[in-house]
C-alpha cells in the first residue's frame, strides 16, 4: 500500500515518487494542501481501489501511518 500511497501523491504533487518514503510528514510536504490531500485520497479510491476511512486519513501525519490506514477493496 505504501508504494501506492506515493505513487499518488507524487502524481498530485507532481514530484519524482523517490521524494517520498513512509516517515515523509504529509503536512510537510512543500505545497500540499488540504485541496491536494483530498485528491490524492480520491485517486486512492478511484484509480486504485484503495478506501481509506477519512477519520484516519486526518489522523495521519506520514505516508506510513496513512499506509497503515488504508484498505485494498475489490
Do not use: C
Not at 518514503?21 to 505545497?31: A, F, H, L, M
Not at 486512492?44 to 486526518?58: C, T, V
Not at 495521519?60 to 490506514?69: K, P
Request: no cysteine; charged share 25%.
Amino acid at each position: 500500500m505504501k508504494d501506492e500511497i506515493i505513487a499518488a501523491l507524487a502524481k498530485v504533487t507532481n514530484q519524482d515518487p523517490a521524494t517520498f518514503s513512509e516517515n515523509t510528514v504529509i503536512k510537510d510536504i512543500p505545497g500540499f494542501d488540504s485541496l491536494q490531500y483530498v485528491m490524492m485520497i480520491s485517486d486512492l479510491q478511484e484509480s486504485r481501489h484503495i478506501e481509506i476511512p477519512l477519520d484516519k486519513a486526518i489522523e495521519a501525519e506520514t505516508v506510513g501511518q496513512l499506509a497503515a490506514f488504508a484498505v485494498k477493496v475489490s
